[in-house]
């Protein structure tokens, strides 16, 4: 799944948006940044997480999934 935004193409016009229309996108962007998610998400960013988070034993976030598709490329 490509998550990257695409390329600006000098070629297209661009279309202006009514006013409206980008304070409601900034009153959405607002709310989202006050969001729980949000605040513990920057909190994350101001703090050293532990190494060990990030490098799990068995070498993936859900194990027993990994094991799963393991055993099922396997057979």
């Known amino acids: 799944m490509d998550l990257s935004f695409p ?3 000098r070629d297209v016009e ?6 409206d229309l ?5 009153g959405i962007a607002a709310r989202q940044a006050a969001s729980h998610t949000a605040v513990v998400q920057a909190g994350f960013a101001r703090h050293d997480p ?5 490098a799990p034993l068995h070498g993936a976030f859900n ?3 990994a094991a799963a598709l393991t ?3 396997e057979e």
């Open 7 to 9: 390329r600006f193409d």
């Open 14 to 19: 661009l279309t202006v948006l009514p006013g």
């Open 22 to 26: 980008a304070v409601l996108i900034v």
């Open 50 to 54: 532990d190494p060990r988070l990030f």
């Open 63 to 65: 194990g027993p999934m």
């Open 71 to 73: 055993r099922w490329r």
